[in-house]
C-alpha cells in the first residue's frame, strides 16, 4: 500500500517557475514508476510526466516537453515536478502517483496507475 502526499502548489503569474512535491509512505518506494497528472476544470485526467524508479528515465506529454522536469529522491521517498515557464493552460490540480511495473510507453492514462494523491491546485494568472 502507498499514501502520496503532495504539496507545493500555488498562485503564480505567467512566465514564472514553480516546484510541486509528493512524498510517499511506501516500504519499497524504489519499486515503484513515479507519475504526475493534472486534472482542469472540464477536462479528463492527463499524464504530465513519469520516471522510472531509478530515476534515470523520465517521460513527459508534448504539452510540457522542454519546460518540466521530473525527478526523485528515493532515500527521501520524495518525487518533485519543476515547472517553468507556465502559462495558464497550464493552470490544474496537479496529482501525483505511483504504479508497479515497468516501462510501457512514452505515455500513460491514470488507468495505468494503482496510487493517487489527493492533489496541489497550480494557477498561473496571466
Known amino acids: 500500500q502507498v499514501q502520496l502526499a503532495e504539496s507545493g502548489g500555488g498562485l503564480v503569474q505567467a512566465g514564472d517557475s514553480l516546484r510541486v512535491s509528493c512524498e510517499a509512505s511506501?516500504?519499497?518506494?524504489?519499486?515503484?514508476?513515479m507519475g504526475w497528472f493534472r486534472q482542469s476544470p472540464g477536462k479528463g485526467r492527463e499524464f504530465v510526466a513519469e520516471i522510472s524508479q531509478s530515476g534515470e528515465n523520465q517521460y513527459y506529454a508534448d504539452a510540457v516537453k522542454g519546460r518540466f522536469i521530473i525527478s526523485r529522491v528515493n532515500d527521501k521517498n520524495t518525487v518533485f515536478l519543476e515547472m517553468n515557464r507556465l502559462n495558464p493552460e497550464d493552470t490544474a490540480v496537479y496529482y501525483c502517483?505511483?504504479?508497479?511495473?515497468?516501462?510501457?510507453?512514452?505515455?500513460?492514462?491514470?488507468?495505468?496507475?494503482?496510487?493517487w494523491g489527493h492533489g496541489t491546485q497550480v494557477t498561473v494568472s496571466s
Open positions: 502517483a505511483a504504479r508497479l511495473g515497468g516501462y510501457k510507453g512514452d505515455t500513460y492514462s491514470q488507468n495505468d496507475y494503482e496510487y
Open positions: 511506501a516500504r519499497y518506494f524504489t519499486a515503484y514508476r
